[in-house]
């Protein structure tokens, strides 16, 4: 699968320089909060039914992209990112509640294209952006933390091995700084079982830019 998104990485980047006047570096870092389409539910544990709901917990992103063109951009990149949620079970039996955290590192190869509402030809120190694109992730790793009960074990083999979420939003650029909020709306079901929950998010950026 690596292999494969480093060959899809690698013609857009060729795509990308065969039409590009110019082009900028990006690095960027910022917050997520996770939200699964479907957060409540039951599941069985020890041998009992729990009622169960998700929360979305404050995550992180840091990553790289390229950016090809003038007013219209294609912006191919490079991103590591944490996701976590916290989910409450409770005893249909006794009424007790417990529960636990589940934080998953992802790396992922986000591809956007956008526009730029201020001709940069004109204005080349502040401009607005509005973008959309997909972003494929690969979950690297899972750390469940068990705070109270008893719980089976959670691994990568629990989750879909390519999610996919749209991505759109707006961006400010102030000289060599900028700034990215947007939304990610899951097209794909996060877990490899019969559970169908998908992943939305909201995120912000805030980076660096070198132009060309």
């Keep these: 699968m690596k292999r494969i998104n480093l060959l899809v990485l690698?013609?857009?980047?060729?795509?990308?320089?065969?039409?590009?006047?110019?082009?900028?570096?990006?690095?960027?870092?910022?917050?997520?909060?996770?939200?699964?389409?479907?957060?409540?539910?039951?599941?069985?544990?020890?041998?009992?039914?729990?009622?169960?709901?998700?929360?979305?917990?404050?995550?992180?992103?840091?990553?790289?992209?390229?950016?090809?063109?003038?007013?219209?951009?294609?912006?191919?990149?490079?991103?590591?990112?944490?996701?976590?949620?916290?989910?409450?079970?409770?005893?249909?039996?006794?009424?007790?509640?417990?529960?636990?955290?589940?934080?998953?590192?992802?790396?992922?190869?986000?591809?956007?294209?956008?526009?730029?509402?201020?001709?940069?030809?004109?204005?080349?120190?502040?401009?607005?952006?509005i973008f959309g694109g997909f972003d494929g992730y690969h979950i690297l790793s899972v750390n469940h933390t068990e705070n109270s009960g008893s719980l089976d074990d959670i691994t990568t083999d629990d989750y879909s091995n390519l999610i996919v979420n749209a991505d759109f939003g707006i961006g400010v650029d102030i000289l060599f700084f900028y700034i990215d909020m947007g939304y990610q709306l899951g097209l794909t079901p996060v877990h490899s079982g019969s559970d169908k929950a998908k992943a939305n998010s909201f995120y912000s950026n805030i980076g660096l830019r070198l132009s060309f």
């Design 10 to 129: 690698s013609l857009l980047l060729g795509l990308g320089t065969s039409f590009a006047q110019s082009f900028d570096i990006r690095a960027y870092a910022g917050m997520n909060i996770l939200q699964l389409s479907s957060d409540n539910g039951t599941t069985l544990l020890d041998g009992v039914l729990h009622h169960k709901t998700v929360e979305g917990r404050p995550g992180y992103q840091f990553g790289a992209a390229l950016t090809f063109g003038e007013r219209f951009y294609v912006q191919p990149g490079l991103q590591f990112t944490t996701l976590s949620t916290k989910v409450t079970n409770q005893n249909t039996v006794t009424g007790t509640e417990f529960t636990d955290e589940t934080s998953l590192k992802i790396f992922s190869i986000p591809l956007k294209a956008g526009f730029r509402l201020i001709n940069p030809e004109a204005e080349n120190i502040f401009n607005i952006r």
